[in-house]
């Protein structure tokens, strides 16, 4: 079973701080994404990687950043968190670049900024 | 760009009711489609997919046809159980990016 894991379930920051979100995948997967989902709006996808060192800007990437050093591992970063960044972060993956191919998520971690 | 629109929610039913949850979604070229399925406190797990048009997806009894004329792909379930209660999202994807609809809640109660 493709498995997606996220360091954390719950965080509780302050505004200012530098956050880490990690996440790990352990089926080899080339893409990784991170999303934010927040009520009525669904999923908006903040950054994606289709290799190792590389990234793309999704369609909200303003105040955060990505690392991806390695092939399982997809960290996004708050450089200085803010309260409007409260919000549910899910990671995916999934196999090379293809119009079907299925995105594995992991279980999200909700972030509170206070 | 793409985008994906459902109905809005939330939705409630009783066991063993019918369910529709409409998903319209436009799109450049053509997209696969997918029902996403997010149960309480978990990540969200593909549901089906469809690939091209005229494609019915099913799966634990839930089904939806891409129909590529009306641009939709409604979800369906002809009798829903108290355990279908989640979070239902509609998706397209281009090019390996996937776009979301706003998600329907759904609730069923005995």
């Known amino acids: 079973d493709v498995k997606v894991t996220q360091s954390s379930r719950y965080l509780v920051k302050r505004t200012g701080e530098k956050v880490f979100l990690e996440c790990v995948q352990d089926?080899?997967?080339?893409?990784m994404f991170w999303y934010r989902q927040d009520p009525g709006l669904g999923l908006r996808l903040i950054y994606f990687?289709?290799?190792?060192?590389?990234?793309e800007k999704g369609d909200i990437p303003e105040g955060y950043s990505v690392s991806r050093e390695k092939k399982e591992r997809f960290s996004l970063i708050l450089e200085s968190a803010s309260t409007n960044q409260t919000s549910m972060y899910l990671c995916a993956s999934s196999l090379p670049q293809g119009s079907y191919n299925e995105q594995f998520f992991g279980p999200g971690t909700r972030l509170t900024v206070l | 760009g793409d985008s994906v629109t459902q109905m809005e929610g939330p939705v409630t039913l009783s066991e063993e009711a019918f369910l529709t949850i409409n998903c319209t979604y436009t799109a450049t070229g053509y997209p696969s489609l997918f029902w996403y399925v997010q149960y309480p406190g978990e990540g969200l797990q593909l549901l089906l997919k469809a690939t091209k048009a005229d494609d019915k997806g099913s799966n634990k009894g839930f089904e939806a046809t891409y129909r590529k004329e009306t641009t939709s792909f409604h979800l369906e379930k002809g009798s829903v159980q108290v355990s279908d209660s989640a979070v239902y999202f509609c998706a397209s994807t281009s090019y390996g990016k996937l776009t979301f609809g706003q998600g329907t809640i759904l609730t069923v109660h005995p």
């Open positions: 089926m080899d997967h080339e893409n």
């Open positions: 990687s289709y290799d190792v060192k590389m990234k």
